[in-house]
């Protein structure tokens, strides 16, 4: 019993730790990349973001509520999809950022690296396009990036698992910002552009979102001054592959959700399949994604274990609401509550 008990209070101070960081994390963030703009030639447009903002305004203050209310199982959940959501801002504008550099293009690297690991992209996808089954899966696993990444803190919350939910916003932050940063030395018009196939020479594959970023991609690169629009923005980075970094995060996050586990983890496998076929990724994009996905991870496990060990807490810039992090006790199930 003695056991038990000690095990809960970790827990609980495991997903104090979790939910802490992740706040200053985000925050911290958001501050550091607006305050790189003035020194680049992108500008950001306010105009866009006033119904995102109100958005997440009005999610906040619901979560607030849950809090109050005494909603512990759902208010982790939704505070954790907020912040992912926040972070969106910050981690859009970097990867802009990092195009602006001009560095020259790396596609013919990215295409030796391929052919160095024995991988015929024109083969693989002629064999995608002649299977219109394959293709349309493949289309959906590709679009399940968001709804996965909104639904998994959710579904976590369920099984109890809230540290988990913001281990996953904290580790999809520096995947996207350690993306970011790297994609500065390897910038890439991608796949569909560098082997000259165009979406009519397709049969079953919709390589919208192979093409969809280019006119940014050039634009932010070669214009004087680039206005990003939020609204009209969309990732512009090739190598490595956030696609199949996301794919891996959200294989990790589930597995703590057995009756699932398995079905995500065959998901995500197609979905990190799909950044090649339905995207502009080469291979070596989506394995130095799933790279840096594991090294996220690994950093953010270490610095909590740090902070547990250390007993060292970050502070907080709220009233603390009771309950934060708690686990049910024994006897107490989630829908009790």
């Not at 932010?220 to 592959?241: C, E, H, K, M, Q």
């Amino acid at each position: 019993m003695a056991a038990d008990k000690q095990r809960a209070a970790s827990m609980d101070q495991d997903t104090t730790n979790a939910r802490r960081l992740a706040f200053w994390f985000t925050a911290a963030s958001t501050v550091a990349v607006f305050a790189l703009i003035p020194f680049t030639k992108v500008r950001f447009s306010w105009v866009d973001l006033g119904g995102f903002l109100g958005f997440l305004i009005a999610a906040t203050l619901f979560c607030v509520f849950c809090w109050r209310r005494g909603m512990h199982s759902l208010a982790p959940a939704l505070e954790a999809v907020i912040m992912g959501l926040f972070l969106t801002i910050p981690v859009l504008i970097a990867t802009y950022l990092a195009a602006s550099f001009d560095l020259p293009m790396a596609d013919d690297v990215l295409v030796r690296a391929d052919q160095a690991l024995g991988f015929d992209w024109e083969a693989f996808i002629g064999f995608v396009d002649a299977h219109s089954l394959l293709a349309r899966v493949l289309a959906r696993a590709y679009s399940s990036f968001a709804p996965q990444l909104l639904a998994i803190p959710l579904l976590l919350a369920v099984v109890g698992r809230y540290e988990r939910a913001y281990k996953l916003i904290l580790c999809y932050g520096i995947v996207c910002y350690i993306s970011s940063i790297v994609s500065i030395w390897f910038p890439a018009l991608g796949t569909y552009t560098t082997y000259h196939v165009p979406q009519d020479h397709l049969r079953n594959i919709n390589a919208y979102y192979g093409f969809a970023s280019l006119p940014d991609f050039i634009s932010v690169r070669t214009a004087p001054l680039f206005t990003l629009s939020f609204n009209n923005a969309s990732g512009i980075v090739t190598f490595p592959s956030v696609h199949a970094a996301a794919a891996s995060l959200c294989a990790w996050a589930a597995w703590e959700v057995r009756p699932v586990r398995y079905a995500f983890v065959g998901w995500n496998v197609l979905m990190a399949a799909s950044a090649i076929s339905h995207a502009n990724h080469y291979l070596v994009d989506v394995l130095a994604g799933i790279a840096i996905a594991a090294l996220s991870v690994l950093v953010v496990n270490c610095s909590l274990y740090w902070m547990s060990r250390a007993k060292w807490q970050m502070p907080w810039p709220f009233p603390e609401d009771k309950g934060a992090g708690a686990h049910p006790a024994e006897g107490e199930t989630l829908a009790s509550r």
